[in-house]
């Protein structure tokens, strides 16, 4: 049996209606399926009966700024959207940094973020590069481009090209 985990970064799981739930229990099941373990790191506030069915650990709060700007920082002039997005992304790593790393991850585990947004790319990136190359998991993103325009492709494809190296 394979002693692999898989690690399911989802901020946005959160209550039994919606998408989140059903794509998360689908992700559990087949990797129970095929002899792996996994952990999904979920909103703070889930719902207590996805906690009581799936193996969730509770850790996010933010989950109206990962896909909307704060509009706190949106008013201050000239830097106000650079700290808007600088804010999140440590927000993000610092939840990386804590969750993930207290725990024995190999390079036989896979951490899988299924809604990645422009606004969490840098935090991973930053969190996945501190690992050093021989020990880092396997690392899996599906990556939403939305057209709002407050999302610019250049810090995206940078933070991308980061994880690449």
Same mark, same amino acid.
């Given at each position: 049996?394979?002693?692999?985990? =898989?690690?399911?970064?989802?901020?946005?799981?959160?209550?039994?209606?919606?998408?989140?739930?059903?794509?998360?229990?689908?992700? %559990?099941?087949?990797?129970?399926?095929?002899?792996?373990?996994?952990?999904?790191?979920?909103?703070?506030r889930?719902?207590?009966?996805?906690?009581?069915? =799936?193996? %969730?650990?509770? %850790?996010? &709060?933010?989950?109206?700024?990962?896909?909307?700007? &704060?509009?706190?920082?949106?008013?201050?002039?000239?830097?106000?959207?650079?700290?808007?997005?600088?804010?999140? &992304?440590? %927000?993000?790593?610092?939840?990386?940094?804590?969750?993930? &790393?207290?725990?024995t991850?190999?390079?036989?585990? +896979? +951490?899988?973020?299924?809604?990645?947004?422009?606004?969490?790319?840098?935090?991973?990136?930053?969190?996945?590069?501190?690992?050093?190359?021989?020990?880092?998991?396997?690392?899996?993103l599906?990556v939403? =481009?939305?057209?709002?325009?407050?999302?610019?492709?250049?810090?995206?494809?940078?933070?991308?090209?980061? =994880?690449?190296?």
């Open positions: 049996m394979p002693s692999s985990v =898989l690690y399911i970064i989802d901020p946005f799981l959160k209550t039994l209606g919606g998408h989140y739930y059903t794509m998360d229990r689908g992700y %559990v099941e087949g990797a129970k399926r095929l002899g792996h373990r996994s952990l999904i790191l979920a909103d703070r889930i719902d207590a009966k996805i906690a009581a069915e =799936l193996p %969730v650990e509770r %850790v996010f &709060n933010e989950q109206q700024h990962l896909w909307f700007p &704060n509009e706190r920082f949106l008013r201050i002039p000239r830097f106000g959207k650079l700290l808007d997005k600088l804010s999140i &992304n440590l %927000v993000f790593f610092w939840h990386l940094l804590q969750k993930l &790393n207290r725990r991850i190999t390079r036989d585990d +896979v +951490v899988f973020i299924p809604t990645t947004t422009p606004r969490l790319l840098y935090g991973c990136a930053w969190w996945y590069r501190m690992i050093p190359a021989e020990k880092r998991p396997r690392l899996i599906l939403h =481009l939305p057209s709002y325009p407050y999302f610019e492709s250049r810090g995206t494809y940078s933070a991308l090209r980061m =994880l690449a190296t």
